[in-house]
């Protein structure tokens, strides 16, 4: 969907510039990135330095930066073009799909989004740069920024540690400091989904994502929440902050 956009705008002298945020790297990206055969900027980052620098707390989230390098938009929730009319049924799940896959698309499909609203904004940036009415000024890209206090600092901190520990195949110790990095940036679904990804399970660590705690076990699952249970507790239409013009 990306993808098409980019096409569709490229001529007006926009790029698109996608940034994958996974501690493995290529290995937890080449799949999708090979499936959807970009031909815009498609990059990595192990350590999650975009969410750092920008404020990025969950996906899909977009920064507009014109072309002297300004940012005119600061992080935040990006919707994807919408690929059917609204009031259209959603897609239906095939027969024998496990229960808690339902019910994480049911909830993921309860999440808010004004995808229209959202594109509408872009393309007027596109057409009009500065004078868009949707291109902030520096002061209002300051004030909409996330503050970052000790605690998001520290936070951040734990997580690249954790990161690294990952990568270096200490995965219990790894866990100790994603557990830190939630409860210091408790507002960070990026650092939740990363950590909850990254346990093994039979078919492979993002089957675990999926697959969440175990109903016969679940003291085995070493964080506190998951997915399908944490968007529950928030509400899945507090999922995404709102699009403010």
Known sequence: ??????????P????????GLDTLGAAGCRTFMEAAQPTHPALLDQYHVLARSLGVINIPSAVWIDESGTIVRPAEAAP????RPRDSAPPQLPPGTPERVVG??????????DSEAYHEALRDWINNGKDSRFALTPEQVIARSRPRDDN??????HFELASALELE??????????RRAHELVPDSWTFRRQAWSLEPGPE????????????DNPEAWPYEGDWLNDIKE???ENYNDPFQP
């Open 204 to 215: 492979g660590p993002l089957a675990r994502f999926w697959q969440g705690p175990a109903a």
């Open 104 to 113: 994480m698309m049911t909830e993921a499909a309860k999440i808010s989004s």
């Open 12 to 19: 007006q002298g926009f790029e698109l510039v996608t940034v």
């Open 234 to 236: 928030v509400g899945a």
């Open 80 to 83: 994807s073009p919408r690929q």
């Open 169 to 178: 195949g200490h995965h219990a110790d790894a866990i100790t400091h994603f």
């Open 152 to 157: 998001v600092a520290l936070g951040h901190a």
């Open 1 to 10: 969907m990306w993808q098409a956009l980019r096409d569709e705008l490229h």
